[in-house]
């Protein structure tokens, strides 16, 4: 048998700058096909109407000269920054989009989750959308008989099961989607981020899934987030992508650490132009960045973080207090809370702009993504506050020495302890 289930070679893609293509992907011709009749698609094929060209003169290559190959039973993470061409390559692995170059070669039957509600029909219902999803899939009935309670259980949307899926919301198609993907054993498994919709508890018990389909089932998933803690905790490997062009494949905690050492203090967030902000303005923050304070490395358990908020007022500033909130990024629950009014090193006298930084001590937050408040304030009153100014994530660190640490649905730190035994005697 061919350990391979999917081989990347010097795959590329090309668009015209300014150029609009509209036109259906094979998953929404088969969808039209099952649900309205062969005439519909038939006429859809033979119709010129639904695909208009702009003339373009420019050309862009959001993908070149991408090769690797992922094995059977293999979750591979694929990351890179927004416009990397991750959704892309998964479009063209799922065969929604062709390559202009290159080739792939897929050894197994395909489920693929890119987009919430991909191949549902609005108007059918969740039960007729599920075996529509498995005929789509290639398979037969008596199949999806056998797996419907399972799916519609780890669904939970049992009430609603018979409702046109029109009428669901976004996180109930995507607990749907998810669900049909998961039980109707494709060998292969595309996700795009979809995850992220869905609340903390159904996440956790997707990754669960994800992880079971893999390991004891022995199916390979395709998987893209930014959630680098769900990278590095489901995949063994992983590949980087950044402006279309590979950057780093290999292990995962490897090319998760390339990933973050791509960002600098270049990178930090601007907040001028942010309109969804209070306070009376007379000084603001103009931008944020939260890195490791040791330059060029990621954000660990142990790092210090380096915290910098830019700022500006029209004067010279006196007696400035400034309160930095991180919080957990799923629960939103508080983890870490800095106010320079309980500090004795902050300056009571400011220039009119500048920027000002505060570095913590080792925090030992569990690996997870954190998002950051901010607050400028004077005499009480607050001249500036923003929520969720930025963000950022807390890899994976062996701090025991044991590759165990608790994950952060059980604790939000890490802490140092001991065990001992005392006697009854």
Partial sequence: MNKTAISISNIGKEYKLGEK?????????????FSNGIKRLVSKQGSTNGEEKIIAQDYFWSLKDISFDIGRGEIMGIIGRNGAGKSTLLKIIAGITEPTEGRI????????????????????????????????LGMRRTEIDRKFDEIVAFSEVERFIDTPVKFYSTGMRVRLGFSVAAHLEPEILLIDEVLAVGDAAFQKKCLGKLNNVATSEGRTVLFVSHDMAAILSLCN????????????????????????????????????????????????????????????????????????????SDNPVNNLGVEIRIRDFKTRVGILYFDSSASHDFPHNLPPEGK??????SNYLTPGRCVVDLTLYKSMVDTDDIEHAGQFDVLTEDVYGLSKIPSRNRSYYIVDYHWTIESMK
């Fill in 356 to 361: 000002i930084v505060c570095v913590t001590q």
């Fill in 105 to 136: 070669n897929i050894y197994g039957r395909i489920a693929s989750l890119l987009e919430v509600g991909t191949g549902f029909h609005q108007e059918l219902t969740g039960r007729e959308n599920i075996y529509l999803n498995g005929a789509i």
């Fill in 21 to 33: 293509i509209e036109y259906g992907s094979l998953r929404e011709d088969l969808t039209n096909f």
């Fill in 237 to 312: 490997r992983a590949v980087l992508l950044d402006q279309g062009k590979m950057v780093e494949t290999g292990t995962t905690s490897d090319v998760v650490e390339k990933y973050f050492q791509s960002f600098s203090s270049s990178d930090a967030v601007p907040l001028d132009k942010r309109t969804d902000r209070e306070g009376d303005g007379s000084v603001i923050a103009t931008s944020l960045s939260i890195e490791n304070a040791d330059k060029g490395k990621p954000i660990r358990p142990s790092s210090k973080l380096k915290i910098t908020i830019g700022y500006r």
